[in-house]
Structure formats: structure tokens, C-alpha cells
């Protein structure tokens, strides 16, 4: 991840439809990555539309780390017609952010909130809207967890919301205009 930040100006202009920037294998699912960081890879690899290709042993990957590496939504996103891998946003509160435009989920965005210290040993609290990621649009945003498919938020571009993320965890969240 660090690598692909410091690069990012120029290999972000450079992904599209046709040609992706590999960020290398999946290893979520093996015994040497935890279930947030196994989140955190599959979410990531989405964000940026990577070929999503694994490097574990099927028949001994856990239930849950299945479970995340199959997220229809998280998939959807990686695989999303526009080809156009996230923006790294400014940070909060130690929190990175990234945003992803989307042709799918009728033209709205990806957001995915990573923690990669684990410093704190709990989750971490931040509190922001959709006009701080640059999203400003006039009306109803939903929002939705990505690797659950749950409803997070029904909410406009200026009410306030809190994201609460685990140490080395991301939260992906779908943001679609709601009518």
C-alpha cells in the first residue's frame, strides 16, 4: 500500500478500462493475515480496480475470510464499468480516505476509511459528511456497507455522520443518490 501511494499520480492516471494497475495477489484468506486485514486488502484492491486474483489454499481458507473475499458489493465495485481507481482524500483524525467514482449504483461513489496504525488498540471515531469527500450534490445520499450489504445512513451532503474503524480495518461504504 505504501508503494502504491507514493506512486499513485502516476499510475492512478493510467488505469482504465482495458489496462489496471496490479497491486499483486490476494492474500486474505491464509493464516497470516486477521480478518480486518484480509477486509482491508480485498477493500483496497476494489477501490483501485486490481485484477482480483488469489494466492490461498481453498480448502483451508476460514468461513468469515471467505465470506469477505465473496462480497457481491465489494466485487461489484471492483468491476465497476468506469475503470477509474480511488483518489486518496485528505485524512481525518489519522483515518485515510479514498473515493472511487462509480458508472454503477446509478453513477454514485465508493468511500473507504483505513486505518492502518494500530496504535490505539480500539476503534477509531471520525465524524465527517458527504461535502467533506467532495460529494455536494443537492438531495438524499444512501449509504451502504459494502461488505455486508447492510443500510448505514440515508443522509444529505451536509448532515453529519459517524464511521468507526478498527485498527489496521477499513470501512467501504457504497454512496448512491436516493429518491
Not at 501511494?5 to 502516476?10: F, Q, V, W
Not at 494497475?21 to 484492491?45: I, Y
Request: aromatic share 8%; charged share 20%; net charge negative.
Amino acid at each position: 500500500m505504501s508503494q502504491y501511494e507514493a506512486h499513485r499520480k502516476t499510475l492512478i492516471p493510467v488505469a482504465g478500462p482495458g489496462h489496471w494497475n496490479d497491486l499483486d495477489m490476494l492474500l486474505g484468506g491464509n493464516f497470516g493475515l486477521s480478518l480486518d486485514e484480509t477486509r482491508v486488502q480485498m477493500g483496497m484492491w476494489a477501490m483501485h480496480a486490481t485484477p482480483l486474483i488469489l494466492s490461498v489454499d481453498l480448502a483451508t481458507m476460514p468461513p468469515d475470510h471467505k465470506e469477505v473475499l465473496q462480497a457481491e458489493l465489494v466485487i461489484r465495485v471492483n468491476q465497476d464499468k468506469l475503470g477509474k481507481p480511488a483518489d486518496q482524500l485528505d485524512p481525518i483524525a489519522g483515518i485515510k480516505i479514498w473515493k472511487r467514482s462509480l458508472t454503477d449504483f446509478n453513477g454514485g461513489w465508493a468511500l473507504a476509511f483505513l486505518d492502518l496504525s494500530d496504535d490505539a488498540g480500539f476503534p477509531q471515531r471520525i465524524i465527517l459528511n458527504l461535502k467533506n469527500t467532495g460529494i455536494s450534490d443537492e438531495g438524499l445520499f444512501k449509504l451502504t456497507d459494502a461488505f455486508t450489504g447492510t443500510d448505514f445512513i440515508i443522509t444529505n451532503a451536509t448532515e453529519p455522520f459517524e464511521v468507526h474503524v478498527n485498527p489496521s480495518g477499513i470501512v467501504m461504504l457504497i454512496v448512491q443518490p436516493f429518491s
